[in-house]
């Protein structure tokens, strides 16, 4: 089973572009955009995303790509 992570494309403006295109350059990792993820009062306060329905929030983009990274190792060690 891989990690699905799911980013919401209203969520952009903080930066979480770029960790969703260098998540989607792993392809160990099932990576997907959506107009909506239906979390706007958390998609307007900063950057997060889904690791398999879960929220991953973060105050940066840089703090969210660690955050990821930290628990698809916890969820999928290798």
Do not use: W
Not at 12 to 36: F, I, R, S, W
Request: overall charge negative; aromatic content about 8%; some cysteine.
């Amino acid at each position: 089973m891989r990690p699905l992570i799911e980013f919401c494309n209203s969520n952009m403006h903080h930066g979480t572009a770029q960790v969703m295109k260098l998540l989607e350059a792993n392809p160990d990792y099932d990576v997907l955009e959506y107009g909506c993820l239906g979390n706007c009062g958390e998609c307007y306060a900063g950057p997060y995303a889904l690791l398999d329905g879960q929220f991953i929030g973060a105050a940066t983009a840089e703090e969210l790509l660690a955050r990821l990274e930290e628990a698809i190792l916890a969820l999928y060690p290798k």
